[in-house]
């Protein structure tokens, strides 16, 4: 099943600026992970963040984590051409047997 | 050097047929998945083993039966292919836990005629 959502669902800025991308889930998590996807490719980790954490940094990567509101926002900084993709949240629901649940992803294009 | 393997990356082939997909990790994980992405995206677990047993099975109809020789493979067989299982399979794998990434194969496109 389906727990989380991503918003946008496609977002397309220039080189350069910054890009956020957030995920909404339903219900309690263990924490959440971020993947990317490049087009014809298999999904590569980028940041995993735990339920008591509120913000992690990754090189040009921050993400945030508001479990009261069951959201997180990925923000990309300075973002460049190779991080065109699509960008993918996961969740490990707590009783889940850590089955991962995926929300549907943003296409995050990239303009030169 | 690859880490999660897939074979074949493409598959075309008519409907009614029976097919394999084959997925080998050197990663020394002890869990291995099968995910299905649709047209729209939407990535969808149908499987997952760990030490070679059955530790998830979603709802998958029974034309699929994934199969672990050893914890470095899974293979997923579907039986009397339909058009509705056209779509990428993904395998992946990771040591089991709440906390742990999973590593993606390059994906097999299905597509069933």
């Known amino acids: 099943s389906q727990q989380g959502e991503e918003d946008p669902q496609a977002l397309s800025i220039q080189e350069g600026e910054n890009a956020t991308m957030n995920c909404s889930y339903k219900?309690?998590?263990?924490?959440l992970q971020w993947y990317r996807q490049n087009s014809g490719r298999g999904l590569v980790h980028l940041i995993l963040?735990?339920?008591n954490e509120r913000e992690k940094h990754s090189g040009r990567l921050r993400v945030t984590l508001d479990t009261s509101k069951k959201s997180s926002s990925l923000l990309i900084t300075a973002s460049r051409a190779a991080d065109t993709a699509s960008y993918f949240c996961?969740?490990?629901?707590?009783?889940?047997?850590?089955?991962?649940?995926w929300g549907a992803g943003t296409k995050l294009i990239i303009k030169p | 050097d690859t880490a999660v393997s897939q074979t074949p990356k493409y598959l075309v082939t008519q409907m009614g047929n029976d097919k394999s997909i084959k997925c080998e990790q050197n990663?020394?994980?002890?869990?291995m998945y099968w995910y299905k992405q649709d047209s729209k995206k939407f990535l969808k677990i149908m499987f997952s083993y760990n030490n070679k047993e059955l530790i998830i099975n979603e709802t998958v109809p029974n034309r699929f039966s994934p199969k672990s020789p050893d914890k470095a493979h899974l293979n997923l067989h579907i039986n009397s292919l339909e058009l509705g299982d056209s779509a990428v399979y993904f395998c992946a794998s990771s040591h089991l836990g709440s906390q742990e990434t999973q590593y993606f194969g390059p994906g097999t496109r299905l597509l069933v005629l």
């Open positions: 996961a969740t490990d629901a707590k009783g889940s047997n850590y089955q991962l649940i």
């Open positions: 963040i735990r339920s």
């Open positions: 990663l020394g994980h002890d869990t």
């Open positions: 219900t309690s998590i263990n924490n």
